[in-house]
């Protein structure tokens, strides 16, 4: 039975050297701040892990915080990019049940913003069973940018981050009422599919 009443979710890290202790990872914090931020209810519970870039072990990362440990949303940082090592789509793609496409076209456009480069990234967004697992970029900035989107100087948005449709997209598979805080991101839903806010 799938625990509806807490808002579990998955952070993943994938890198080799930060999970040797080569370096700190910043991944997993910079999602972590910005979460809290951007979520006012259901408080979320994080599950988080800190992987090489191991195809096997990605895939079983992801397969164990969604079968077991009941996430509904887990988001990846790293190996997303053209390098030999970087295989997080294909592990992501491997536990898949339905591929969301749109994520990561959205992603890309956002990042071609700031730099050419983004064309390179290979982020994927996928449903497995209750859960939406998305990849996101490795750099906390650009974290922030695709998942909060960019907006002009009176806070129109210019550009939407992907976060706004990820509640919706919880709705739809089941998953728990996410509400958002306007200022950080505004969750989009049709009006029919709007809820009273909770006290």
């Not at 990042?111 to 996101?136: D, E, G, H, M, W």
């Not at 922030?144 to 739809?172: M, N, W």
Request: hydrophobic share 40%; aromatic share 4%.
């Amino acid at each position: 039975m799938i625990d509806n009443t807490t808002l579990r979710i998955g952070l993943v890290s994938v890198s080799d050297r930060a999970s040797t202790g080569v370096y700190k990872d910043e991944g997993i914090p910079a999602l972590e701040a910005w979460l809290r931020r951007a979520i006012s209810d259901p408080p979320p519970v994080f599950v988080t892990r800190l992987i090489p870039d191991e195809r096997p072990v990605i895939e079983a990362t992801l397969k164990a915080l969604v079968d077991i440990e009941g996430c509904h949303l887990v988001l990846t940082t790293g190996g997303t990019g053209p390098a030999p090592r970087d295989v997080t789509p294909e592990a992501t793609l491997a536990v898949a049940d339905k591929e969301m496409p749109g994520f990561g076209e959205q992603m890309r456009q956002v990042s071609l913003k700031f730099v050419p480069t983004a064309i390179l990234s290979r982020q994927v967004a996928v449903i497995r069973k209750q859960a939406l697992i998305i990849n996101l970029p490795g750099q906390p900035k650009a974290i922030q940018e695709t998942l909060e989107g960019l907006r002009d100087e009176s806070g129109k948005p210019l550009v939407h981050g992907i976060f706004a449709a990820v509640p919706y997209c919880i709705d739809l598979i089941g998953g728990p009422y996410i509400e958002t805080v306007d200022a950080v991101c505004k969750a989009f839903r049709p009006k029919s599919a709007i809820r009273p806010k909770t006290a």
